[in-house]
């Protein structure tokens, strides 16, 4: 990890085509602005981290609503169906 102090105003320089710039530094938080091309995704990791745990919380779910399905429906683990 590189560590660097930077004032407003000043940017870093990835690669040949990200640019970002220090735009604000106020008390305990810092605003920063991003250019980078259309291709690259850009991600907050709060964000992308509440996306992640939603989605698994959403597939555990979804696998549970299969297990009360095949249950109420009488198949089997292996899919096979139990007589009635």
Known sequence: ?????????????????????????????????????????IQREEVLRAVTEANVAAARADDADEDRIKSALGITSDGSSQPA
Do not use: Q, S
């Open 1 to 41: 990890m590189l560590v660097l102090t930077r004032k407003a105003g000043e940017r870093i320089v990835i690669g040949d085509d990200i640019v970002v710039t220090i735009l604000d530094a106020r008390g305990d938080g810092v605003r920063i602005g991003i250019d980078a091309p259309k291709g690259v995704k």
